[in-house]
C-alpha cells in the first residue's frame, strides 16, 4: 500500500533522508523512531505530497507521489500532534467543510455517526474547536479521515502530550482502522506505543533507517536498548 524507494531529500549539502526503503501493507502500523532530525516527519511529509522527494520515490496504492498529485492526496489522511482546524467553527462545521472540500458530501446524522466512531462525545459537537482538547481535536482529525475513507494515515506525534486514557482511546481507534485495512505510518518518540500499536517498528538516524523489526519479536527492554544503541551510534 504504501513504498519507499531509495527516496532521499537533501537541503544543500544536508541529507535529510537518505535513501529510504520502506513497505507497508494495507492494514499495517508502521511506527517510526528515532531522535531530534532522525528524517521521520521528513518522510511523512513526501508522501503527503507537502514537499517533494530529491530522488527516489514515494508510492501510495502505485501511485507515484508528487506535489501536485491529488490522487495519492485524496488517498490519505493526516495527524499531526495538534490537528489544525478552524477554532471559530463547531466541530461538526470543521468536518462538514473538510468533507466537503474532498468532494464528499454527507448528511449531518453521517457526520454525526463518523464523529461517533472516533469517539467525540456529543455533547461536544457543536461547540466552537478553540474549546476542544488536544485529544478532541484528533478526534475530529479521525472522523475526517473516515469521512475520506482514506486507505492510508498519516501520523506525527499524535499522542504527545495526550493523557494515558486519551492516548489510550487513540491507540484503540487505530487498530480499529488498520483491522479496516487503513495503513498507518506514525513517528513517534513513545517507544511504549510503537511496540503496542505497531505491527512493525523502524529505528531512524540521520536520515537513514538502521533497524527494522516486528512489534511482538522484540520486548519493551531490548527495544529501549536497541533504540538507544541506534541513536548512541553504538551499532
Ligand atoms: N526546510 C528545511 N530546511 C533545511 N533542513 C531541514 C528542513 N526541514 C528539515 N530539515 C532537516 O532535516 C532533518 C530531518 O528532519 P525531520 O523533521 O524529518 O526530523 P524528525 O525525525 O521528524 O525529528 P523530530 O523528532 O524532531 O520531529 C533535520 O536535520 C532537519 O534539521
Redesign the pocket.
Known amino acids: 500500500m504504501l513504498k519507499a524507494e531509495n527516496l532521499t531529500?537533501q537541503?544543500?549539502e544536508?541529507i535529510?533522508?537518505d535513501r529510504l526503503n520502506l513497505e507497508i501493507k494495507a492494514g499495517e502500523v508502521y511506527c517510526l523512531l528515532?531522535?531530534?532530525?532522525?528524517?521521520?516527519?521528513?518522510?511523512i511529509?513526501i508522501f503527503l505530497g507537502f514537499i517533494p522527494a530529491s530522488d527516489g520515490r514515494a508510492l501510495i496504492d502505485g501511485q507515484e507521489v508528487s506535489v501536485n498529485n491529488a490522487a495519492t492526496r485524496n488517498m490519505v489522511a493526516y495527524i499531526p500532534e495538534i490537528v489544525n482546524l478552524y477554532p471559530t467553527l463547531s466541530g461538526m462545521e470543521n468536518l462538514e467543510y473538510f468533507s466537503a472540500l474532498s468532494g464528499f458530501r454527507h448528511t449531518k446524522q453521517q457526520l454525526q455517526s463518523y464523529m461517533q466512531t472516533a469517539g467525540l462525545q456529543s455533547s461536544a459537537l457543536d461547540n466552537r474547536v478553540s474549546s476542544y482538547s488536544k485529544g478532541m481535536r484528533q478526534k475530529v482529525g479521525i472522523a475526517i479521515a473516515l469521512v475520506k475513507k482514506a486507505k492510508a494515515l498519516f501520523l506525527?506525534?499524535p499522542t504527545s502530550g495526550l493523557d494515558p486514557h486519551a492516548s489510550n482511546e487513540f491507540s484503540q481507534i487505530i487498530t480499529r482502522l488498520s483491522e479496516q485495512g487503513v495503513s498507518t505510518l506514525m513517528?513517534t518518540?513513545d517507544l511504549l506505543m510503537a511496540k503496542n500499536l505497531g505491527n512493525r517498528i523502524g529505528i531512524?538516524h540521520k536520515?537513514r533507517l538502521r533497524h527494522e523489526m516486528t512489534a511482538n519479536e522484540v520486548s519493551d527492554a531490548d527495544l529501549t536498548k536497541l533504540y538507544i544503541d541506534v541513536v548512541k551510534e553504538v551499532i
Open positions: 531529500k537541503y544543500g544536508h535529510a533522508l528515532g531522535s531530534n532530525g532522525a528524517g521521520k516527519s521528513t518522510t511529509n506525527d506525534e513517528a518518540h531512524m536520515g
